[in-house]
Every structure is written in structure tokens, then in C-alpha cells.
């Protein structure tokens, strides 16, 4: 079955950097596009970021966009956040989540469980 692990989260002070791990299994991981997904403590879902299935396009929401990037290494079959210059609201739950598709059309079909980064002093 579909299998999507998060790791590296964890406890980091504003300005400091974190890379995000998600690793895929159970289906053909170089044919979907990926994207990165957080919840903030009491607040809703925010999209952060998608990567499409080649790894040669991504989009970024505004409140990320510069510091984080988002990659993807296909034949390890991991999706990857590196995340740089934090700051408390960026701390939340992060998502690693599958397309069913190698572009962001259509939806999100899987999600994983997710991994807890808190940016605090």
C-alpha cells in the first residue's frame, strides 16, 4: 500500500534551518508530483509548496517562498523541505502528501502522518 514517512522535525530557534525527509513506498514514486502541506497549532491546513513528478518545476506559497525549497531525489523515492531563516509562525505540523498526478491537477489522494517542527527561543 501507499506509504508516505516523515522525519526531521524537531525543536529549532528563529534563524535557524531544518531539512524535512519523506520517504514514499508502495507505488511508482518518479510518476506523481509531491507537495508539502503544514497545520499550525489552533489554525487550518496551509499548502507550502508542490514539486512536479520530474522535479524540474515548483511553486511556493508566499509565506515561504525564498526560504524554504522544496526537492525531490527519484531514485531514493524521497521528498525532501529544506527549510532556512525560521520563524515561530512556521511552526506546525508538516505533511508530506501524493498527487495522482504528475502535475497538481486533480487532488491530493495520501498523506502521512506527519512531523512536528517548533521554532522557538
Known amino acids: 500500500e501507499v506509504q508516505l514517512v516523515e522525519s526531521g522535525g524537531g525543536l529549532v530557534q528563529p534563524g535557524g534551518s531544518l531539512r524535512l525527509s519523506c520517504a514514499a513506498s508502495?507505488?511508482?514514486?518518479?510518476?506523481?508530483?509531491m507537495s508539502w502541506v503544514r497545520q499550525a497549532p489552533g489554525k487550518g491546513l496551509e499548502w507550502v509548496s508542490v514539486?512536479?513528478?520530474?522535479?524540474?518545476?515548483?511553486i511556493y506559497a508566499d509565506s515561504v517562498k525564498g526560504r524554504f525549497t522544496i526537492s525531490r531525489d527519484n531514485a531514493k523515492n524521497t521528498l525532501y523541505l529544506q527549510m532556512i531563516s525560521l520563524k515561530p509562525e512556521d511552526t506546525a505540523v508538516y505533511y508530506c502528501?501524493?498527487?495522482?498526478?504528475?502535475?497538481?491537477?486533480?487532488?491530493?489522494?495520501?498523506w502521512g502522518k506527519g512531523t512536528l517542527v517548533t521554532v522557538s527561543s
Open positions: 502528501t501524493k498527487w495522482n498526478s504528475y502535475w497538481y491537477t486533480g487532488g491530493m489522494d495520501y
Open positions: 514539486i512536479n513528478s520530474g522535479g524540474g518545476i515548483t
Open positions: 508502495g507505488f511508482t514514486f518518479s510518476s506523481y508530483a
